[in-house]
């Protein structure tokens, strides 16, 4: 496991949240693969690690996409969300990710 290069405590910190949406439900049956939101700042190699620490499973490939925020009116003014990163974690063939603890 790649996970002895990394400090674990940086990568429990990386995966903030799995992405929910019709998309990554339909990639996670298709193709094996699991959609992350992750900090802005992890890399690809951290992203994997931290995967594999966390639900231990193996891992073939990460790809990275910057989502912009969308902006938004607040009244009068104009604000913006900010701008965050989502991982797609492909794994490898036979591999499954459960979400709920215990299992």
């Known amino acids: 496991m790649n996970a002895v290069k990394f400090n674990e405590n940086?990568?429990?910190?990386i995966i903030l949240a799995p992405v929910i949406s019709e998309k990554s439900t339909m990639i996670a049956d298709k193709s094996e693969q699991v959609a992350f939101r992750v900090a802005t700042d992890a890399t690809k190699p951290e992203i994997k690690a931290a995967v594999e620490l966390?639900?231990?499973v193996q891992v073939k490939d990460v790809k990275v996409a910057n989502?912009?925020?969308?902006?938004?009116?607040?009244?009068?003014?104009?604000?913006r969300r900010d701008n965050w990163k989502k991982a797609y974690v492909c794994l490898q063939p036979g591999q499954e990710l459960n979400f709920v603890a215990g299992e």
């Open 54 to 56: 966390l639900f231990k």
């Open 67 to 79: 989502v912009k925020g969308k902006q938004k009116r607040f009244g009068r003014f104009i604000g």
């Open 10 to 13: 940086r990568l429990l910190q």
